[in-house]
């Protein structure tokens, strides 16, 4: 029952986060790039539930957002299953208790996400390929993404460990010994 809760608690943050990349951040653009929080929301998944939810909710936060904005279905949902799964996959490696370690996770997967993105796309509309445009891009959201992440560090960190322990329990402390 927990479990469903907070699969609910977390389709509500996605609606929530979806509001806010539509309305809030549109004011707030540097240099007319937005922050990604759905990477930053898949990452959290992956991390601190495991890396079956993180795809679970990666794929399907891909769809709802391919189905609402984009052109294509399913690019979306690709590449946030590919950070959930990257996500779990960190968990077992890192600690999730550094500041440094989600600034660095954060920077790989914006990275990711928005190069897996760009190059599938240009597959598919078969367009020039830009790179010194990209590549500001890039370097603008990431920096954009982590400031976020520093911001809501605190926040992060609770609800992390709330969600780890209703999905992962006491065997957390299992795969140190």
Do not use: C
């Amino acid at each position: 029952m927990r479990k469903i809760a907070s699969v609910v608690i977390i389709f509500f943050a996605f609606i929530l986060i979806y509001l806010l990349q539509a309305n809030f951040f549109n004011w707030f653009t540097i240099a007319g790039v937005k922050p990604n929080l759905f990477v930053i929301l898949i990452v959290f998944v992956g991390l601190f539930a495991g890396k079956y939810m993180g795809v679970s909710i990666g794929v399907v936060a891909g769809l709802l957002l391919d189905f609402f904005i984009s052109k294509k279905i399913g690019i979306s949902a690709i590449m946030f299953g590919i950070i959930g799964l990257l996500g779990g996959i960190l968990d077992n490696n890192f600690s999730k208790d550094s500041k440094l370690t989600i600034i660095i996770i954060i920077f790989g997967t914006t990275a990711l996400y928005e190069i897996g993105n760009y190059v599938i796309n240009a597959f598919i509309y078969n367009y020039e390929v830009e790179i010194v445009n990209f590549a500001i891009q890039l370097g603008i959201e990431i920096i954009y993404n982590i400031i976020l992440t520093i911001i809501l560090y605190p926040l992060i960190q609770r609800a992390g460990n709330l969600l780890e322990n209703i999905f992962k329990g006491n065997r957390i402390l299992t795969r140190y010994f």
